[in-house]
């Protein structure tokens, strides 16, 4: 088994490669991203398995001698977002294959090399191949970002190339500094360093400030909204569910293993997630268009995902946890359906919008699940991770910022009111009422198409390309309500990962003995 | 000592060009940046911790691990340095300069597939991607 925690590093790797080949087949294409996406699933299954007792497994790559080999371990938090984030990446690419995204004939690569960074970065247990991961991530995202060539895609990624690169070289600088004083970057051999020795702190902390750019937490998070809003509708969706996320991972693993919990750094956790939570909150009133909204609270949720780390109890960490979980394919179902009324409407601006519940009621229903699961309602996932977590801040004597999480709740149900108000009620605008059903869908500018000869876009049918379109949201935004019902299942699976993260003996053990 | 100030001046010289607002300056500044990291990389590197890595080998040898860590940086920081140069001529394409903070593109207007055909109609945005593309 542990030599398999290779293949969800691998497998979108070669598939990336075997895409590219084949760029002039489509269909070649997707099944390839489907399969390698089926295997790295089921691995993940496999491995939530394992690791549902608090076990922890690993394997290490070349058998080179202590501290050389490259380690990949996986405990129960890194199975469940393997799991997690695999699911969401499938419905995120039903999206973009519904959309017509993936016209360009690079973009199902692209996709690849991006789950091959994502799933590197949540199976490896070394802190340079962290930074190599990372750097496969974003690479692509990079070039996702840029893909659709236009004016305003051209200085969006800009910023975010610029302020990622530099990310990436302060994490470089850190993991410099790291090794200069311990002589190695394994985490076997990192564990509770930078807690007894002030200069690994120095270096773990230039570490830790690079990772909380990628996670976007506040006053780091600027890039973010100002990316979001400029990429394609269904790459907005996978990025929402993917690189931000893995970046709130890192922050876990590291204070897990290398602070080994630390409590001097919690009062700083604590002010960056409050701080986090009402800076992204408010940006968001400020917006008028769908996407500008999703973004900002995108920033305001990374404060929920890392105040577990300043209150670091089991009540905390396990709400954390099931919150992360179900936020990752709430928000990116929250970015499909803005995705699937931009591409009927072709406006995201409130507005412009309006009445769309007459028009299209599931799409109404799609946006409607998972917005009351962001904004916390019961009886949605949303609710029961946020109810756990703000009991856990109260009982951790955080009250502060308990009632912060409860106003910027408030504020978040808001917004979801906003966007429902100007897009879903009132009257039909005739954006709503015309919709562009022989516009371009996806792709508008392929610059890549391989066969001038053909239309560089195809028509959108009427209704039955609008299911495709709608499905993968309504899908998530189904689960959310079941999860939520089911609510305690999930948490008993979570809390032997959260404990296993609150007192990592058995990921130290695996990674050390690999 | 020596490797202390080569890092503090290529990091100087690299924030400096970052913080410029041509993206070819901003590439400049992170090939420096790069050249800092790979830098203090290699002075990190220390031959006393550990074992010579082959057996049978004597002598002084120098710390391979800073050396596969920089050799890893410095192609990724390649790749990366090309990618911004070619978003520069895209956008000395698509824009016309290689500002990035041009205020003439309005910062908070519709998005989504109608500004995307606004755009396709300018013929130089459909840029071919190599030359087995170009019709």
Redesign the interface.
């Known amino acids: 088994m542990s030599q398999l925690l290779i293949l969800p590093f691998a497998l979108p790797l070669v598939a990336a490669a075997l895409c590219v080949l084949w760029r002039e087949h489509r269909a070649a294409q997707r099944a390839l991203t489907y399969t390698s996406l089926g295997v790295v699933i089921a691995i993940g299954l496999g491995l939530v398995r394992v690791t549902r007792d608090g076990g922890a497994i690993a394997t290490d790559i070349g058998s080179w001698p202590?501290?050389?080999a490259i380690i990949y371990a996986v405990d129960g938090f890194a199975a469940l977002l393997l799991v997690t984030t695999a699911s969401v990446a499938a419905i995120g690419l039903a999206f973009a294959i519904g959309r017509g995204e993936d016209r360009h004939p690079?973009f199902l690569a692209l996709v690849n090399v991006l789950l091959a960074g994502v799933f590197g970065s949540l199976t490896t247990a070394d802190l340079?191949n962290l930074?190599?991961s990372y750097?496969v991530m974003l690479?692509a995202s990079?070039?996702l970002l840029?893909l659709?060539?236009?004016?305003?895609q051209?200085?969006a990624?800009?910023?975010y190339?610029?302020v990622n690169?530099?990310a990436?070289?302060v994490f470089?600088?850190g993991?410099?500094?790291l090794?200069?004083v311990v002589?190695?970057?394994g985490f076997g051999e990192l564990a509770g360093v930078a807690a007894s020795d002030p200069r690994a702190a120095i270096g773990a902390g230039v570490v830790v400030v690079a990772v909380a750019v990628k996670a976007g937490v506040v006053p780091m998070h600027g890039w973010l909204p100002r990316a979001y809003?400029?990429c394609g509708?269904a790459v907005a969706a996978l990025f929402s569910g993917l690189l931000t996320k893995v970046g709130v991972y890192t922050l876990f693993r590291l204070y897990s293993v290398v602070f080994a919990g630390d409590p001097d750094w919690r009062p700083m956790l604590l002010l960056a997630a409050g701080v986090t939570m009402v800076v992204g909150v408010i940006g968001a009133i400020g917006?008028?268009?769908i996407?500008?909204i999703l973004a900002f609270h995108m920033v305001s949720q990374v404060g929920y995902l890392i105040l577990p780390l300043g209150l670091w109890t089991t009540a905390a960490v396990t709400a954390g946890l099931v919150y992360l979980l179900q936020y990752l394919a709430v928000k990116a179902a929250l970015f499909m359906a803005a995705g699937a009324v931009?591409?009927l409407?072709?406006?995201?601006?409130l507005a412009?919008l309006g009445g769309m519940v007459h028009t299209r009621p599931m799409l109404a229903v799609a946006f409607l699940l998972p917005a009351l699961a962001l904004a916390g309602v019961p009886p949605t996932s949303g609710f029961v991770g946020k109810f756990l977590l703000i009991l856990a801040a109260f009982e951790a004597g955080a009250y502060l910022l308990g009632a912060i999480a409860v106003i910027v709740s408030f504020f978040t149900l808001l917004s979801m009111i906003k966007i429902w108000n100007g897009v879903f009620w009132g009257e039909p605008t005739p954006e709503v009422t015309h919709e562009?059903t022989e516009?371009?869908?996806g792709?508008?500018?392929p610059?890549?198409?391989?066969r001038?000869s053909s239309p560089?876009t195809s028509p959108l049918v009427a209704r039955g390309r609008a299911a495709e379109l709608i499905a993968p949201a309504l899908s998530i935004g189904v689960a959310a309500v079941l999860v939520g019902l089911a609510a305690p299942a999930l948490i008993d699976l979570v809390a032997p990962a959260a404990d296993a993260l609150l007192a990592p003996d058995a990921y130290l053990e695996a990674v050390t003995s690999a | 000592m020596t490797a202390a100030i080569i890092v503090g001046l290529l990091a100087a010289g690299g924030t400096y060009l970052?913080l410029q607002r041509g993206?070819v300056r901003?590439a400049l500044g992170?090939v420096l940046?790069?050249h800092?990291?790979t830098t203090?990389?290699m002075?990190?590197?220390?031959v006393a911790?550990?074992d010579v890595?082959f057996a049978g080998g004597s002598g002084a040898m120098a710390d391979p691990?800073?050396q596969a860590?920089g050799l890893?940086?410095i192609v990724?920081?390649f790749?990366?340095t090309a990618?911004?140069l070619t978003?520069a001529f895209?956008?000395r394409d698509?824009?016309g300069h290689d500002d990035?903070e041009?205020r003439s593109?309005p910062e908070?207007?519709?998005?989504?597939?109608?500004?995307?055909?606004r755009?396709?109609a300018h013929p130089r945005?459909?840029?071919?991607?190599?030359s087995r593309?170009r019709?």
């Open positions: 202590g501290g050389l690079l340079f930074f190599v750097e690479i990079y070039v840029t659709r060539g236009g004016r305003r051209t200085r990624g800009a910023i190339l610029a690169l530099l990436s070289t470089l600088l993991t410099a500094l090794y200069g002589g190695t970057v809003v400029e509708p917006r008028g268009d996407r500008g931009e591409t409407t072709a406006t995201g601006s412009r562009h516009g371009p869908v792709l508008a500018v610059t890549g198409t391989l001038p560089p | 970052v993206i901003i992170f940046l790069g800092a990291a203090l990389l002075a990190a590197g220390g911790r550990r890595p691990l800073p860590f890893t940086a990724i920081s790749g990366v990618f911004l978003l895209r956008s698509a824009l990035v041009d593109i908070d207007r519709v998005v989504g597939p109608d500004h995307d055909r755009l396709g945005d459909h840029l071919p991607m190599t593309d019709p």
